[in-house]
């Protein structure tokens, strides 16, 4: 059986570093609506031209064309023993209509960590944070800054702020997350999947817990 890992949090809350850390110890493939959004941008798809219209204003992209993004990635030969979802689903339709999806993969959601903070370290991370150009890896000016200023300590290209992580739209999609977002914290809740995690402490100790209760590290 596939196992499948809902990754839940507020943005600015690490969930992008989590995912790529869960990703690499567990072998499912991270897969974040966010990044593949912003693929379809960079490449001027049709899709990327028209999500970038709703991505730039903080907006969520309508359910229609992330819902449709989701099943063709997770179709790909990658996910064969699951997946771990970051930014999808991001509202209780999305996570229904994951749900009907997974059916068809014989599987379900198994876990869905939620990693929470206050809207204070929430604006302040979303303000440092610095995105590497070609592979969209993450750092932070104060809290997990590069080695070298400006570039990426994995792939040496050039570190920039997203869009999206101006402060006018940080405001929004916070906004956004608290008013769309959160009926799915309720709706994985009361499946009992919902597993709460402080994310107001350092990547490491964040990503421990996030593997002692997935059960890929013993407690
Ligand atoms: P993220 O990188 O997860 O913060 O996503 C960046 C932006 O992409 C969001 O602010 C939304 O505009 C859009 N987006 C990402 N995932 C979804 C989703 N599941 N549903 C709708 N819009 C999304």
Not at 7 to 18: A, D, N, S
Not at 182 to 195: A, V
Request: hydrophobic content about 30%; some cysteine; overall charge negative.
């Amino acid at each position: 059986m596939p196992t499948y890992i809902v990754l839940i949090g507020p943005p600015g809350v690490g969930k992008g570093t989590q995912a790529k850390i869960i990703s690499e110890e567990t072998g499912l493939p991270h897969i974040s609506s966010g990044d593949l959004f912003r693929e379809n941008i960079k490449n001027k798809t049709d899709l990327g031209l028209l999500a970038e219209t709703y991505i730039n204003k903080g907006e969520l992209v309508p359910d229609n064309l992330t819902i449709s993004m989701i099943r063709e990635r997770l179709k790909a030969t990658d996910c064969v023993n699951g997946a771990l979802l970051d930014g999808f689903p991001r509202t209780p339709n999305q996570a229904e209509e994951l749900e009907k999806l997974l059916v068809q993969f014989h599987g379900r959601v198994n876990h869905v960590p939620y990693i929470s903070a206050s809207s204070e370290t929430l604006i302040e991370r979303l303000g440092g944070r610095l995105t590497c150009r070609a592979q969209g890896h993450v750092y932070h000016s104060k809290y997990n800054p590069p080695k070298v200023e400006g570039k990426c300590n994995l792939d040496g290209s050039d570190l920039y702020i997203r869009d999206d992580d101006k402060v006018e739209t940080i405001q929004r999609r916070i906004q956004v997350y608290f008013d769309q977002t959160s009926p799915l914290i309720e709706y994985y809740h009361k499946r009992g999947l919902l597993e709460e995690i402080n994310g107001a402490r350092s990547i490491e100790e964040v990503s421990t817990e996030i593997l002692k209760l997935i059960g890929t590290r013993q407690a």
